[in-house]
Each structure stands twice: as structure tokens, then as C-alpha cells.
């Protein structure tokens, strides 16, 4: 018998697979139904069928992407899916693998959200920069919320129990509504006109469609403009809302906001407890040093033998005065010397030789300048001859028909060379 005809099963579930796979219609697909048969496993996988009055269709959601869901899915709830179809090759059955989902009827609100967000995220209205910090033991809280239900008494009855020292004031506000949005903003404006240390704006936890206030442009933008700090505490803690995203600090619940906003007055009073102990144990060190000091100065030599540094410093003194009589008495030695040296020099024992022979070195210098006077040389017969206001001193330098001027020791006469002769 011939086999080879015959595909085997997983052959057979990896084909249509692969068909699913390469469809292009079944790689992006938008299904709406209910949710039934919710399973979620302990890795974070989210098993689930979706159905309408007709059929249904398993699903599946990876981790990855159940954690960024905004609600919590549960059978009845009415879904929007995004995601592909594909085959389960060990059952050989179809299912949703899903990107994406979204509560139906809120789509609309989900993508207002997105952009809400987007535009004021560009603005810088999230910036870590404009966050201001929660004081650590605030002695006034403001509480923006409704008036009745579990968020306002989980919030006094936490802080009471917390820090009882601390004082509350509500500023009840719609939390739900048309009109819960502008009454929020208008109550957080409020209390930043009260001595308050920390405002908490919120309330309990409720669908989309109820928490959507806190999604308001009007109270995001009152959020920021507030010159005191606010916890913002909107809904369960998967539920985030644009008033988380421009507080100065989100808490996942009202209770958690308490919690942020007071410290444990327990810890407070064991913090002090050690601040006692470190205190007195820093006096003692301090009490300890300075008795250790005040003992080695009282058992100094000096306390104890005071006189001992007084005669040292007068010894000194002593010392000093011998060397500065010393000094005194060698310059004023040296001055006498140098005085009677004065006294016995030839200048002054002998005034007049001094004059004297200043007055014949005078004559015989006069004597020399008369022998070199030119004049005298003039009289004795010699004459000086001069070309063009220069002396003559050769024959060569002297030529036929040349001017000369021939100076005597009493005048001056002018003559043309008609002949020369030389050697």
C-alpha cells in the first residue's frame, strides 16, 4: 500500500499556518465582541475568547502588551481588539494574537487622551525641572476631592493614623461629571490661597468615563500653575491620568497619597530617639575633650611654675641689653676714631701748604696753555695759510692761480700762486 499520499497532521497545521501568515488581510485586524472565559496566567499572558451573538474567537496577549493596558479585562466586558490571526500549530485552531485593546465606546476618549497628552508633554508641562518637592513633615494638607465616599475617609483616617499632628483641609469638589473638571481646577485654585504644605488632588477608582476630569485640559494646566505641591491620586494604581503625569508626584491610590504626603510618626519619634542619642553622645565627647584639655593645661609646667617663664623672659631681657650696650658702645668707639683720624689729617694741620701748592700747580699749568697758544707761535715770525677756510699743511695741497689767505700775528694778507716748488 502507498502512503506517501498521506500528510501527516502537523504538516498539514504548519501549511495552513504558514497561509494565515502570508495573508496580508489577517496580519492588521480590528475586532469588537465580549470578553468570556478570562485566564490570567502567572507569566502575564492574558487568555480569553472574544465573541458576539453568533461566534467567537480565541485570544491571546502577550505580557509585553497586557501591561499597557489602561483598564482591567474581565468576562462581559465589551472590547475593542487590534492585533493578527494565525494558526496554533499543537491544536491546529485559530486565534487573535492581540497588540492592542481597548474598552469599547472609549476609543474616542482614549485617543483624546493620547494627544492631550502629546500636546501638553511638547509644552513642557511634565518636566521633571517644574517639580516641586513634597515637604517631609507638613504641618497643613489640603484634600481636593468629593466630599463623601472611601478616597476622603481612607485619606484622614491614614494621615490620622500616621502623623496625627497634622492638620486636613478639604476642599470638596465634583469628581464625576461635566461640570467635575471646572470645579476641580477652580478648587485647586482655591487652596493655594490657605497655609497649606501639600495639596492631594483625586479621588477613588471608576471606569474611564469617570476618571476622566483628571483628564482635563483645565485641571492639568491648574495643576502646574499651583505654587503648592500636589500629589495626585486618581483611581486603582493601573489607572494614569493626565493629573499624574503634571503633579509633582503620583500615587497609585488615595490611601498611597496619604502615605506620600505624611511620614510614619513612629519613624519620626525613632528618628528623634536617635537624634537624642547621637546628640548626647556628641556633648559627652565634647565634655570629655575639653576636661581632657583643661587637665593637661592645669598640669602644665607653666600653671604650675608661672615665675620659672617670667624669669626666663627677663633673663632674656637681660641678654638683649647687654648686646645692645655693646653695640651702642662700639659705634660711638668708632665715631671717636674716626674724629680724632679727622683732626690729625694734613689738611687740617696744614691749610696754607694745601693753598699754596694748589696756586703754583695753577701757574705751571697756565705756563703750558701760553706755550701752546697759537698767537705766541705768530709772533715769533710764523704765519698760518689757509685755502677755502683750511689750513694748508703741504705744498700739494697748493696749486697754481689758488687763492690763499696768510694770517700774521697782526693781520692778514691775500695772495694768488703764480709759481710752486717742491721737494
Known sequence: MNDSKYLTV????????????????????????????????????????????????????????????LFEPSDGAKVLITGRISIYEATGSYQIYANAMLEDGLGNLYLAFEKLKRKL????????AHKKPIPKLPERIGVVTAS?????????????????LTEIYLFPALVQGDQAALDIA????????????????????????????????????????????????????????????????????????????VPNIHDVLNNLEQFKIRLSESIYKKINFSRLYLDSLTNSYVIKNPMMMFEQKQQKIDILT?????????????????????????????PQNIYLNQQKELLNIIAKMELLNPL???????????????????????????????????????????DKEGK
Do not use: C
Open 10 to 69: 502537523g504538516a498539514i497545521n504548519r501549511y495552513l499556518k504558514s497561509r494565515f501568515d502570508s495573508d496580508p488581510n489577517l496580519q492588521t485586524i480590528f475586532v469588537k465582541g465580549e470578553i468570556s472565559n478570562f485566564k490570567k496566567h502567572t507569566t502575564g499572558h492574558l487568555y480569553f475568547s472574544i465573541k458576539d451573538e453568533t461566534s467567537k474567537i480565541n485570544v491571546i496577549m502577550f505580557k509585553n502588551q497586557a501591561n499597557k493596558l
Open 121 to 128: 508633554a511638547n509644552e513642557g508641562l511634565f518636566d521633571e
Open 148 to 164: 463623601t465616599g472611601a478616597a476622603i475617609k481612607d485619606i484622614i483616617s491614614t494621615i490620622k493614623r500616621r502623623f496625627p
Open 186 to 261: 477652580s478648587k485647586i485654585k482655591q487652596a493655594n490661597n490657605y497655609p497649606i504644605d501639600v495639596l492631594i488632588v483625586g479621588r477613588g477608582g471608576g471606569s474611564l468615563e469617570d476618571l476622566w476630569p483628571f483628564n482635563e485640559e483645565i485641571v492639568a494646566r491648574a495643576i502646574y500653575d499651583s505654587n503648592v505641591p500636589i500629589i495626585s491620586a486618581v483611581g486603582h494604581e493601573v489607572d494614569f491620568t493626565i493629573s499624574d503625569f503634571v503633579a509633582d508626584m503620583r500615587a497609585p491610590t488615595p490611601t498611597g497619597a496619604a502615605e506620600m504626603a
Open 322 to 350: 647687654e648686646k645692645l650696650q655693646s653695640v651702642i658702645a662700639y659705634q660711638i668707639d668708632s665715631a671717636k676714631t674716626h674724629l680724632n683720624n679727622l683732626k690729625k689729617s694734613y689738611i687740617l694741620v696744614n
Open 376 to 418: 705766541k707761535v705768530l709772533k715769533r715770525g710764523y704765519t698760518i695759510t689757509y685755502k677755502d677756510n683750511n689750513i694748508v699743511n703741504s705744498i700739494n695741497e697748493v696749486n697754481i692761480n689758488d687763492k690763499l689767505n696768510i694770517h700774521f700775528s697782526d693781520g692778514e694778507v691775500k695772495v694768488i700762486v703764480e
